[in-house]
């Protein structure tokens, strides 16, 4: 599998490395449900237990999201990306767009990760902060892709599909 991306699409371990990196982000922040507590009776010194929830799933898949986006950053660096879709100020925004993306996909886990090893309770608050705020912009991402897929008729969501 190349990881190479060329003008027109991503290579196919970039595409893998994208789609793995939302669906544990989406994980994630639906099984996050009592980790605020779980940090809480942990910073305690008490057992970080709440029903239905086991914090250590939530803390490795935080790990594997950092390690994710840390193979992407480092594919994106060696292998590019391709020509930005659109011109002008749309091409702006959509570059500042994924750049605060990648930023708010390595600040949530590692907020996360001093929170619950450092313990620094702050920290625990910015996750959770960086991690709404990580949805809200993944929300606006993936209508701009649907918008340019269905409006536009660009191909743009083709290119996180198919492999070039």
Do not use: C, K
């Not at 594997?64 to 480092?74: E, S």
């Amino acid at each position: 599998m190349t990881a190479t991306a060329d003008a027109t699409g991503y290579g196919p371990l970039q595409i893998v490395l994208h789609w793995a990196t939302a669906a544990l982000v989406l994980f994630n922040y639906l099984y996050s449900e009592g980790m605020g507590r779980a940090l809480h009776l942990r910073l305690e010194g008490r057992p970080a237990t709440d029903p239905g929830l086991d914090p250590q799933i939530h803390v490795a898949v935080g790990i594997a999201v950092l390690l994710a986006v840390v193979a992407r950053l480092g594919l994106r660096y060696a292998s590019g990306a391709p020509d930005a879709a659109g011109q002008g100020r749309a091409q702006q925004i959509a570059e500042w767009a994924h750049r605060s993306l990648y930023l708010l996909l390595l600040l949530v886990p590692i907020a996360g990760l001093v929170a619950w090893f450092v313990g620094i309770e702050p920290a625990g608050d910015a996750h959770a902060l960086f991690a709404n705020a990580l949805m809200i912009l993944a929300g606006l991402h993936a209508l701009a892709a649907l918008g340019h897929h269905f409006v536009l008729r660009d191909g743009v969501l083709r290119r996180m599909f198919v492999p070039r």
